[in-house]
């Protein structure tokens, strides 16, 4: 489902949720009854294996607060499950649900490559990513340096007027500017548009929505197992129906996520509309400029293509506010991590910062940080800037340790089995190879256990290290080695004799950040160059030092920051910032 789709159809199906009674005193009928039980049966699924080892089951209703894996707070229970249990586990859900928490490398390789049509993502996903693919390759990334790096300088420009204005050092929130500059990247480059002037003090409609949208989907992590029950329900209620319960619901979040997906809607659609009438008149003009951003090339595919070919402007508004959201908030997180990181380990900043200086000089000693120098230097493009091996390892060890996303879902569509990397001991002492998974049963894929999984990534995989993605010679390593174990000199590297299950099956340097498979996140590449492109910037010109207040990370659906004593004020990463020599 794609994002608009399912944050209208989230929205109303909590809505009813939160009215189940007055329905249920409306209606009160034997029929009704007799569904739910029916519904209440189709969403429990027990798992297949009695003596699967987990955490000591709650009860949501008594403890009145939802299992530890829910949990904004608790990034450290997602850390250490692959200390606390071997490789798979059990976990409950609502009404006895048992679902399947996976860290293990072979069982992650089963789900998301082996066998990805049996854990399928619904049909919209699907038609999604094949209409998407094309424009995230690097060759179409290459592109995109040129309209992007002019809003980076803004993004520094911008900086440099606060500093000027004020103290020579100052507390600037990073993670708000990251993520209005990540949205500008995906408005331009994505749609040949602008949706943020990136002007201080001048906060768009669009960005203050965007920006309440995971938190506002984060508080409704518990009603959120409550939607395959709703589902039957909503899909047979009159739109009218359907509006009113948005509209009136008694939960301020379903009534706030509808307007969230109502404006996200108005400004996708005006969005197209302006696009289409542009793509229609540069078609007419066949000497005409045709513009090369995703959306031009997609409605000029459409327009020029077969009839039975198209997509219909629903789907097409969907892609956009999908793009919109997912570009924005996963890249703010990723930077305001990177950003924290560097202004923790001032060493490897200045190593950086010096990386990035010599970069903008080529052939030259100095590193450019002078008024008179200034002319030498070179605008960025994208073979450059990608192959900088300290931001790149940099790149590469924020997103292991940090990833935005903790963890996805996956359903089985029928019942399958899972072999593990490594047997593990079941409650009754007896040894477990195979895992038997049953029909709609649900299965977590634990990204950032993976990515903390001491038995791939070493003893020190709970530390931030970017050496570890360096050779001696501080030049960048392969970063799709057969075993992590050979990028840390533990093992002779073997190239095809490893077996590409031992390891973990994901897209980006053998992490799990961006998931695996045929189903990984399609705009990998769109993140790493933006925020590769937002830090260079960013560090170049300015050091960054930690704030006075502490920062916490709530886990959401993707992470963000908050002051702590202040986390009603949303998400923000306050750094000290000053003028780097």
Same mark, same amino acid.
């Given at each position: 489902m794609i994002l608009l789709d399912f944050l209208k159809t989230y929205a109303a199906e909590l809505a009813i949720v939160s009215s189940a009674l007055d329905i249920l005193a409306l209606a009160s009928s034997a029929a009704l009854i007799w569904g739910a039980y029916r519904a209440f049966k189709r969403i429990s699924v027990k798992s297949l294996v009695r003596n699967l080892p987990g955490p000591k089951s709650a009860s949501w209703f008594a403890d009145r607060k939802p299992p530890e894996?829910?949990?904004?707070?608790?990034?450290?229970?997602?850390?250490?499950?692959?200390?606390?249990?071997?490789?798979?586990?059990?976990?409950?859900?609502?009404?006895?649900?048992?679902?399947?928490?996976?860290?293990?490398?072979?069982?992650?390789?089963?789900?998301?490559?082996?066998?990805?049509?049996?854990?399928e993502e619904p049909q919209s996903l699907l038609k999604q990513r094949k209409a998407l693919n094309p424009f995230f390759t690097a060759n179409h990334m290459r592109g995109l340096v040129p309209i992007f790096w002019p809003i980076t300088k803004k993004l520094v420009s911008v900086f440099d007027v606060k500093l000027a204005a004020g103290a020579p050092e100052q507390e600037i929130n990073v993670h708000g500017w990251a993520g209005r500059t990540a949205l500008e990247f995906i408005a331009q480059g994505g749609f040949g548009t602008s949706l943020d002037s990136m002007v201080d003090g001048e906060t768009g409609s669009f960005t203050k929505l965007a920006k309440e949208m995971v938190p506002t989907l984060s508080r409704m992590h518990v009603a959120m197992q409550l939607l395959p029950l709703a589902q039957p329900l909503f899909t047979r209620l009159p739109a009218p129906l359907r509006n009113f319960l948005l509209d009136y619901s008694p939960f301020?979040?379903?009534? &706030?996520?509808?307007?969230?997906? %109502?404006? /996200?809607?108005?400004?996708? *659609? =005006?969005? @197209? !509309?302006?696009?289409?009438? #542009?793509?229609?008149?540069?078609?007419?003009?066949? &000497?005409?400029?045709?513009?090369? %951003?995703? /959306?031009?090339?997609?409605? *000029? =595919?459409? @327009? !020029?293509?077969?009839?039975? #070919?198209?997509?219909?402007?629903?789907?097409?508004?969907?892609?956009?506010?999908?793009?919109?959201?997912?570009?924005?908030?996963?890249?703010?997180?990723?930077?305001?991590?990177?950003?924290?990181?560097?202004?923790?380990?001032?060493?490897?900043?200045?190593?950086?910062?010096?990386?990035?200086?010599?970069?903008r000089c080529p052939g030259s000693d100095v590193d450019c940080n002078t008024e008179e120098e200034e002319s030498r230097k070179q605008e960025w493009e994208y073979d450059a800037l990608m192959r900088l091996p300290y931001l790149d390892a940099i790149a590469r060890e924020t997103l292991r340790l940090h990833s935005p996303v903790s963890w996805i879902w996956r359903i089985a569509r029928q019942p399958t089995t899972l072999p593990l990397r490594h047997a593990l001991n079941g409650t009754d002492g007896r040894p477990i190879d195979v895992i038997p998974v049953a029909k709609n049963q649900g299965v977590v894929i634990g990204i950032a256990a993976a990515n903390r999984d001491e038995s791939v990534w070493g003893a020190d995989a709970w530390e931030w290290k970017p050496e570890r993605w360096l050779d001696g010679a501080g030049q960048a390593v392969?970063?799709?080695?057969?075993?992590?174990?050979?990028?840390?000199?533990?093992?002779?590297?073997?190239?095809?004799?490893?077996?590409?299950?031992?390891?973990?099956?994901?897209?980006?340097?053998?992490m799990m950040t961006f998931s695996g498979g045929g189903r990984?996140?399609?705009?990998?590449?769109?993140?790493?160059?933006?925020?590769?492109?937002?830090?260079?910037?960013?560090?170049?010109?300015?050091?960054?030092?930690?704030?006075?207040?502490?920062?916490?990370?709530?886990?959401?659906?993707?992470?963000?920051?908050?002051?702590?004593?202040?986390?009603?004020?949303?998400?923000?990463?306050?750094l000290k910032v000053s003028i780097a020599t």
């Open positions: 894996i829910y949990d904004v707070l608790n990034f450290r229970w997602h850390h250490e499950a692959t200390r606390k249990y071997e490789g798979i586990f059990q976990i409950k859900g609502m009404f006895g649900d048992e679902q399947l928490y996976i860290t293990d490398s072979r069982a992650m390789h089963h789900v998301l490559v082996k066998e990805q049509a049996i854990f301020p979040s379903v009534r &706030k996520l509808k307007t969230i997906a %109502d404006s /996200l809607e108005a400004t996708s *659609r =005006a969005v @197209l !509309e302006s696009k289409k009438a #542009e793509v229609l008149a540069q078609i007419d003009d066949a &000497k005409g400029e045709r513009g090369r %951003d995703i /959306l031009s090339v997609l409605l *000029r =595919a459409q @327009l !020029e293509g077969p009839a039975d #070919e198209r997509l219909p402007d629903g789907e097409v508004i969907g892609h956009i506010t999908t793009l919109i959201f997912a570009a924005q908030d996963t890249t703010s997180s990723a930077i305001a991590r990177i950003l924290q990181m560097l202004a923790l380990h001032p060493a490897a900043q200045d190593r950086l910062r010096k990386e990035i200086r010599r970069a392969d970063a799709d080695v057969e075993d992590r174990g050979a990028m840390r000199g533990e093992i002779e590297r073997k190239p095809g004799v490893m077996d590409p299950e031992v390891r973990y099956p994901g897209v980006y340097s053998g990984s996140c399609i705009g990998f590449k769109f993140a790493l160059l933006s925020l590769k492109l937002i830090v260079a910037g960013l560090v170049e010109k300015f050091a960054f030092a930690p704030p006075e207040e502490e920062i916490v990370w709530n886990m959401n659906h993707i992470a963000a920051p908050a002051v702590k004593g202040r986390e009603g004020e949303g998400a923000q990463m306050p």
